[in-house]
């Protein structure tokens, strides 16, 4: 079965620099979350979509932007990246009505140096 | 405060034990999921539970609602189920799933 897609898997930048992660739900599935975990830490929400509006907003930091398409595949967007935002950030993805049935993708571990 | 509380925090097993990881949580749910994720890699979900016990291969999974707690049980642990189990429950009254800060374990060959 098609799982969650999220691309790249590992990205390095530097500070300063931008990057843009993006994700790839479960088809016939319409909303996206978004997470970030440190080291060491917890998952963190940070952001969530449904039919392109998002619906829910976590922690996200205001030099994050997200957003979802038409096809339903979402990409988040890092400006001005700090060292501290090093993690590895995944998303997930479920239908409308079984929002607690998210499933994960791999994620996408960025290094900022 | 923690909404999720997971025990232990680091657990070593030989190859061949049974193994429990343990899970509380204080909040209304709609679902637990149990997680689990290799170091450095992303997370799979291993199990989605709303009520009873669930078992796929040699990972079972319980959950007693009235008690809100849920239990993960590995039979037959093997090196490769080395990882972090996670526990995490979507809330009931809020958008979003709360976290446990995951059981590390380790399985000795």
């Known amino acids: 079965a098609a799982g969650v897609i999220q691309s790249p898997r590992h990205l390095i930048k530097e500070k300063r620099e931008t990057a843009t992660l993006k994700c790839y739900p479960i088809p016939r599935h319409d909303t996206v979350y978004w997470y970030q975990q440190g080291p060491g830490q917890d998952p963190q929400f940070l952001i969530s979509f449904y039919e392109k509006m998002q619906s829910d907003k976590g922690s996200i930091p205001d030099r994050f932007s997200a957003q979802q398409f038409s096809d339903y595949h979402s990409e988040l967007n890092m400006s001005s990246l700090e060292l501290g935002d090093s993690a590895l950030y995944f998303c997930?993805?479920?239908?409308?009505?079984?929002?607690?049935?998210?499933?994960f993708g791999p994620g996408t571990r960025l290094t900022v140096t | 405060k923690n909404e999720v509380e997971q025990s232990p925090q680091n657990l070593t097993a030989q190859e061949g034990e049974f193994i429990t990881i343990n899970c509380s949580y204080s909040?209304?749910?709609?679902?637990l999921h149990w997680l689990q994720q290799h170091p450095g890699g992303g997370i799979v979900s291993l199990f989605m539970l709303s009520s009873g016990k669930k078992k796929h291969g040699r990972l079972i999974a319980t959950i007693n609602i009235q008690e809100k707690h849920s239990s993960l049980h590995i039979t037959a642990s093997h090196p490769r189920d080395s990882a972090v189990y996670i526990c995490?429950?979507?809330?009931?009254?809020?958008?979003?799933?709360?976290f446990g800060t995951g059981t590390s374990l380790t399985v000795i060959p």
């Open positions: 997930a993805s479920s239908s409308a009505g079984t929002y607690y049935e998210q499933y």
């Open positions: 909040v209304g749910i709609s679902a």
């Open positions: 995490a429950v979507f809330s009931n009254t809020g958008n979003q799933f709360y």
